[in-house]
């Protein structure tokens, strides 16, 4: 979802966006940004609101220029303040198009750049003639702060929230709608639960599925695609609570395609804490009134049922295997990640099943 914030007081602009027809080279600097969790769904919006910006604009894909900013301490290292990798943006913010037009420049994944980096791109900015490089700056967290005032105080911005699974189904149902194709009863259901609120992986499947002729029924989506990619966790750790370790493993599986490990460790922990409280509570509204759960919610109701098939010793274990997996997770190669948190799921489902 899409939000426009106003133009700064010392450049006041309309924040309705206006005609193809009517629209100029009037913001030179633009941020779309997302919350750092964000995950493929958002990212795609933010792309498509850039090359929305520059074709409103009249910049041509061929007219733009993109560059990836690497990871926090990856990268090559550049002659002066900038990584190799963003050592391009220097000409184009100094002279501009070579041939008199307009010249549009992409950063991707801004909230990497380094304070040092930010500090040199505001004053190539400040120096730069916004009135022939149109700049748009994607970012899924911070900028610095140098540059973050920048954007405030020239620019413009426009914010993707989390997109959550209602809206993927109401986007869902329009592309369905504009595609034109026909989803028998339970065929949607099958996408969203393939799919999640993961729109651009949606949108891949949709491409797809417009060269199956004929009505698309469940059946051939379940059979065609067989991941969620934004599995929720509390997915895992509810078969993880019923000792399930063939489905426990598969969501683990199906959230890591998207997912950080850390993520999974911090929902284990969660979950782990609220099993510790139940142990510990004389009764259930006790229980809930430690959590701020309302009489309402069901999440707590259902630790508080299994609390006595739980003992304190297996919370013991849980809680000193959480603490293994995080120093591995944090401190050894990408390549044992998958493996610590499949033998600590596996673990899990035995002491809490």
């Not at 010249?103 to 909230?111: H, M, R, T, Y």
């Not at 791109?121 to 120096?127: G, V």
């Not at 986007?171 to 369905?176: G, K, N, Q, V």
Request: glycine share 8%; hydrophobic share 40%.
């Amino acid at each position: 979802m899409l939000r426009q914030s106003k133009y700064s007081s010392d450049h006041p602009l309309p924040t309705d966006l206006v005609p193809l027809g009517d629209y100029r080279l009037i913001v030179g600097l633009f941020l779309i940004s997302a919350p750092s969790a964000a995950g493929p769904g958002e990212r795609q919006q933010m792309l498509d609101a850039a090359a929305e910006h520059f074709a409103r604009a009249g910049l041509e894909r061929s007219d733009v220029l993109r560059l990836d900013v690497p990871g926090r301490g990856a990268g090559e290292e550049g002659d002066g303040a900038l990584r190799a990798e963003l050592e391009p943006v220097i000409p184009l913010l100094q002279s501009g198009s070579l041939f008199g037009g307009a010249q549009g420049l992409l950063l991707v994944d801004a909230q990497n750049l380094q304070a040092g980096e930010g500090e040199v791109l505001e004053a190539l900015i400040r120096a730069a003639d916004l009135a022939s490089v149109e700049m748009v700056l994607l970012a899924a967290g911070a900028l610095p702060k140098s540059l973050a005032s920048l954007v405030k105080q020239l620019g413009r911005s426009q914010s993707v929230t989390k997109m959550w699974e209602r809206q993927a189904r109401q986007w869902l149902d329009a592309e369905i709608r504009d595609r034109g194709l026909v989803f028998e009863k339970g065929a949607e259901k099958a996408v969203l639960q393939k799919f999640g609120s993961d729109t651009a992986a949606m949108g891949q499947a949709l491409d797809q599925l417009e060269e199956t002729r004929g009505k698309i029924t469940k059946e051939l989506i379940l059979d065609r695609f067989k991941n969620r990619p934004d599995e929720p966790t509390f997915l895992i750790t509810d078969a993880i609570a019923k000792g399930e370790v063939g489905e426990a493993l598969r969501r683990l599986s199906d959230f890591l395609v998207h997912g950080h490990p850390l993520v999974y460790l911090a929902a284990v922990e969660s979950d782990l804490k609220k099993r510790a409280l139940a142990a510990a509570a004389p009764d259930e509204s006790t229980f809930r009134e430690w959590l701020g759960a309302r009489s309402s919610d069901r999440g707590p109701g259902r630790v508080w049922g299994q609390r006595s098939r739980v003992r304190d010793s297996s919370l013991r274990r849980a809680q000193e295997a959480l603490v293994r997996a995080d120093r591995v997770i944090k401190s050894q190669p990408e390549e044992v990640h998958r493996v610590t948190l499949e033998r600590l799921t596996v673990a899990l489902c035995r002491w809490y099943g």
